[in-house]
């Protein structure tokens, strides 16, 4: 009989505890209560079209768009496993204007703040397309026992001490990363337990897919249009053209392109002049993921994770992959966007 051996989530951040000399296990705490609300939102998206959960809920949320059932679903079962973590101190998601502050006796003390986006790509829900959970984990400013505030949230990306992504597809996968490396856990639906399948995940230097809403082609800035067209160019040497692929959902996109090499971009337009996609919970998380990964994130013209936010909701251009094309990008829209 073969032996198999099995490495779960809560197995590894254990092993991993010891590269954090200033945490004593509140970040493995965590990192599990995260595991386990993924786990919570995955069994109720496999009930989608069986329950009384997918569609509409007749509400909009801060940005004006419409709340989907499983967005509030997933937005309360992130928050009340953070907040039953006890080491979690507060939180900004997408579907409340401002940031919530923990005021329980022990998770006021707690040293993380989270930010979270519960379910991206929710749109997709109602289509069978897969869609995910972006968080992102930071030490707080703010000392332990008072309330957090705004500050907490705002910090630079490259002070992420952990994020991830949860993709809910034919497989369900956690992918995170605590500054030493990226690893990805797939959710074996037989334990309940989320297993190492993917350690150590490298993403190539090049890569031959972009991921890119060209319908939105004629709104885009010069540089892009000529950097798709680029994409879409023949060139035997440099493996082109590339291979155009967008699901319309970032973590799906994302995770696509992080294993197989490629690009996704989602630039500024006539419509988002500032992007659309949010730098906290949105686009920093991916970023830290994708350098971890020995990828690059840019906002066209800088390293995503330099930027310091201004505002919790603020949007951002966003193009993130293999690093060589993202350069190539830049390069695109230097010259053509002076």
Not at 67 to 84: C, M, N, P, R, T
Not at 92 to 120: H, M, W
Not at 231 to 245: A, L, N
């Amino acid at each position: 009989m073969e032996n198999y051996k099995i490495t779960t989530l809560n197995d590894f951040i254990i092993l991993k505890q010891k590269d954090f000399t200033y945490a004593k296990g509140e970040l493995s705490s965590l990192l599990h209560h995260i595991g386990t609300a993924a786990k919570m939102v995955n069994k109720k998206i496999n009930k989608a079209g069986l329950v009384d959960i997918i569609g509409s809920a007749g509400e909009v949320n801060v940005h004006g768009e419409n709340q989907q059932k499983l967005d509030v679903y997933a937005d309360e079962v992130f928050i009340g496993s953070l907040l039953a973590s006890g080491e979690c101190c507060g939180v900004a998601t997408e579907e409340n204007e401002n940031e919530i502050s923990f005021s329980d006796t022990f998770a006021s003390k707690g040293k993380y703040i989270v930010c979270i986006d519960p379910l991206d790509g929710s749109s997709n829900i109602d289509f069978n397309v897969s869609v995910g959970t972006i968080f992102s984990i930071y030490r707080r400013i703010t000392q332990r026992g008072e309330k957090v505030r705004n500050e907490d949230f705002l910090q630079n990306g490259s002070k992420q001490v952990a994020a991830g992504y949860i993709i809910y597809g034919s497989s369900t996968m956690l992918v995170y990363s605590t500054g030493n490396g990226v690893n990805g856990f797939t959710l074996d639906p037989s334990i309940g337990e989320f297993c190492l399948s993917h350690p150590d995940i490298r993403t190539p230097e090049n890569g031959s897919i972009y991921s890119v809403n060209e319908g939105n082609y004629v709104h885009f800035p010069e540089g892009i249009k000529k950097y798709i067209k680029y994409c879409q160019e023949i060139d035997k040497d440099s493996g082109r053209p590339y291979t155009s692929r967008y699901i319309g959902s970032l973590v799906s996109d994302f995770h696509r392109n992080l294993l197989k090499g490629g690009i996704f971009l989602y630039p500024e337009n006539k419509t988002a002049p500032q992007g659309k996609l949010r730098l906290v919970y949105e686009c920093n998380p991916i970023a830290f993921i994708a350098s971890q990964a020995g990828g690059m994130a840019s906002d066209g013209k800088r390293s995503l994770l330099e930027i310091t936010p201004s505002s919790l909701h603020q949007r951002s251009p966003f193009y993130v992959g293999s690093k060589g094309m993202v350069k190539k990008v830049e390069e695109f829209l230097d010259f053509y966007n002076r």
